[in-house]
């Protein structure tokens, strides 16, 4: 009798033990962010929580001032171990280490001054009678983000080394405590916004401290990052495909993480809570569409460099599969949506169909998107997708306020996403088919 799983390879069986190992976690984080998400609302209110849910994706933009250095260090760390040079991988994380702190000291204390000198309730059009101490809740967000945005360099390198499964145990690890903290508030009747923000962001800074040790000193300690090991001549290669990967995430989150302060600029802060809740009930199928997809862009780098394109087209064969049975489920998603809210967050807010139906349109544009562009970014092909997430700014920019002015709720700024996401829908697929039939000439190259 044939052993199992005799004739897979093991870059292959690597990504599915993966695959299964982040299923796993993706849904104990699902069912915790199901009970989070209203609880949350219950113990914050409607508008408080809106405020928080932009605090939080003003946060987010953050992560891309690392100008790309952790997806470059994801790529260069594959190769590298591709090629057992692990001298060369050990420099590549200690000058990533090094150069991220140097980017966020600067950033961090920027930031802080422009709280202190900006009327930071005039910006997010924020009541201070509704939220008295919000540049406090700002100066403890941003201290705590930043510190933890270093540290996630440890997740980079797991990802590196085609373990992305261990990368979201360290994200998973602080959902438990979090849930557990806000529960203690809610029962206690502690409705503080202040106290929500240093449990949520000062949890994941905890996580990543523990981890340190462990992953530099037991499992990976010839990639122990150290000053001496600091490289400048690898400055340059980083920061080449690193900068390329910073246009597209800095350029993709402007219209992203936009929507929440344009809502609440636009709206209301108490618009914000729906509008996340249909985003975060659709991002049950964008979280589950991740864990799945998310190994394939290192093992692409690994078989890329090794100059295996048959690994690669047999693999977006069965992402194109794939991408049909997520497309059921989202329309499924849809029509169960009405009673879904009904049990997930009762009469605490009300959520229009218009958003759900907009918000389902999004999620598809968005992960079809990011189907071909894992692989593409296994590849290192990334110039096209800069152009086009360019143009997708450009056609947000325009159809935001067009549309809001016509559609008198945030639904408006979820298909404007959507529409911002179409150059990407249709590039990336046409690209990723062309380089493996050896046809791509020019731009469908880069």
Known sequence: MMPPFKNIDYRTMLAYKNIAASLLLRVF????????VPLTLKCLGEYSNGVWLTISSMLLWIENFDVGLGNGLRNKLCAYVAGDNWSDAQKAVSTTLILLILIM?????????????CDVYSFLNISPEKISDLKNILYIGVVLFCSTFVLKLIGNVYMGMQLPAVSNFLITAGHPIILAGTYYMYVNGIHSLFYITFLNLGTPLMIYLFAYPYTFFVRYPQLRPSLKFFDRSMIRELFSLGFLFFINQITGSIVLLSSNILISKWFSPAWVTPYQIAFRYFSIITLFFLLVSSPLWNATTDAYERGEMGWIKSTIRKVDKMLYLFFFAIILMVAVSGYAYDIWIGDATVIPLSITISMAIYDIFLITSLAYCYILNGMGKLRLQLYCTITGIILYAIAAPLLTYFINNPSAIAISISIALLPNVVCNSIQ???IVNGTAKGIWLK
């Open 105 to 117: 000291i600067p950033i961090m204390i920027v930031l802080a001054l422009s709280i202190y000198f």
């Open 29 to 36: 984080t699902g069912i915790i962010t199901l009970i989070l």
């Open 432 to 434: 990723v088919r062309k």
